[in-house]
């Protein structure tokens, strides 16, 4: 057989005559052995389908087994490809074996090949996904203003998609065409992330529907849109937008997550927009001084808060803050700093019960460093001087792998007491009597 494991089921095919009957482990039952490759194949992600095909080659008996089980070949992922007859053969080696179950897209086709013409780079690839359209589940798709553009001239429908995270890299003159997906009734959460203005990219999408919304780089007029289309319980996550402009509108949303804006932009949402039915209220990578003014307007019912401390910020003015009306309601606390400004704020929670009163988890992202002694001494008079607070302790290692650490204040149980001797006796001799 080949030292290397095949990546076609040509492949495959060919080794089939030197492969064993049995697995040359001891014999599993099928499904345990389906559960182990469903885990082998999500350890292997990206590379899941060279993970299939050499499980393929092992033995008849496993070769079986992974072909038979269409949740394993469901999660298409391309990336760099060489040429379009090698996107080809994968595809059609995932769809033989996918049978008709749902189908995870994650595809990066907007570098376009040097030696492949555009018109054919795209219908070679993209009309061959987009036949398979209404068996998309999960979609993350990275494409050029031309790819979407097709899209909408394909007349495909995605009646299945629940989560879709579409990036459209380059400039255009105009802005792209909207995607229809009124018919996707099952479509919960969106990321979009555009080089260009959204435009007419906005009138394809069912806001209203929609329960989580992320832009990425999005414009502020496009945010004001947007803001004002979504549902009561959504959530909207704004990452990296850093071009400046005023946002002011009313809107319903439950949900607001602010990650390394502008801070002029931070600073408009805060002092302009009016959320009232905010219950979760996050910002990171920019600390103005509006905060507690937009709380006191809009949050009253905030639950969940996450702020990162500036380190020119002065501790009594943010301890008011979270000592205030505003945040009073507020359940769960997170905390994106560490160093001294950690160090204080877990101070002044240990220290003072009217800071976050009604506080029941505090949660700390922390990095690779292990946190001080005197961070441990502060988080434990946390927990003891709240008792029934649970902290949380995130020790982020990479960007897959997050180890949380639950710190919670149990106190020690109460001594038995004491054997009293005299008492024992006194109490036998009465018995006796």
């Known amino acids: 057989m080949s030292t290397h494991p095949p990546e076609s089921e040509a492949q495959i095919a060919s080794d089939g005559g030197e492969q064993q009957q049995t697995s040359p482990i001891l014999r599993l039952s099928d499904d345990i052995l389906a559960e182990i490759f469903r885990a082998i194949v999500a350890a292997a992600r990206p590379a899941h389908l060279r993970a299939l095909c050499a499980l393929s080659a092992v033995c008849m008996d496993w070769r079986r087994v992974a072909h038979g089980t269409p949740l394993l070949w469901r999660e298409i992922y391309i990336r760099g490809l060489r040429s379009i007859q090698r996107f080809a053969d994968r595809l059609k080696l995932h769809l033989r074996h996918a049978g008709n179950v749902a189908l995870v897209l994650d595809v990066n086709i907007a570098v376009q090949l040097p030696w492949v ?168 990578g920019s600390q103005p001084d509006h905060i507690p003014a937009f709380l006191a307007r809009s949050a009253c019912a905030l639950r969940h808060l996450g702020i990162q401390l500036s380190p020119w910020s002065p501790l009594a003015r943010t301890t008011a803050f979270l000592a205030g009306d505003s945040a009073r309601g507020v359940t769960s606390f997170e905390v994106f700093n560490a160093g001294k400004e950690l160090l204080a704020i877990l101070r002044a929670l240990g220290d003072d019960a009217g800071v976050l009163p009604m506080l029941r988890t505090l949660r700390i992202p922390v990095g690779p460093k292990p946190m001080t002694a005197e961070m441990e001494v502060a988080l434990e008079g946390v927990c003891e001087g709240r008792r029934g607070t649970l902290c949380v302790l995130e020790q982020v290692l990479s960007t897959k792998e997050v180890r949380p650490r639950i710190v919670q204040y149990n106190p020690s149980p109460a001594p038995p007491p004491k054997f009293d001797l005299g008492r024992m006796r006194a109490l036998v001799g009465e018995w006796g009597a």
């Open 117 to 284: 013409p555009r018109a054919q780079f795209t219908s070679d690839i993209l009309d061959r996904l987009l036949r398979q359209a209404k068996r998309w589940k999960r979609a993350t798709l990275v494409l050029d203003p031309g790819h979407i553009a097709h899209i909408v001239q394909s007349f495909a429908t995605f009646p299945a998609l629940e989560r879709l995270s579409l990036t459209v890299v380059g400039q255009n003159a105009c802005p792209p065409p909207g995607i229809p997906l009124y018919s996707s009734r099952a479509l919960r959460h969106v990321h979009l992330r555009f080089e260009t203005v959204l435009g007419d990219a906005i009138t394809g999408i069912p806001w209203r529907q929609l329960q989580t919304v992320k832009l990425s780089s999005a414009r502020p007029d496009d945010i004001n849109t947007i803001l004002g289309l979504l549902p009561a319980d959504a959530h909207l996550w704004l990452d990296a937008c850093t071009m400046t402009g005023t946002i002011a509108t009313q809107t319903n949303i439950a949900g607001l997550f602010l990650d390394n804006c502008h801070s002029s932009l931070v600073a408009s949402i805060l002092q302009f927009v009016v959320a009232p039915g905010l219950k979760r209220f996050v910002v990171r």
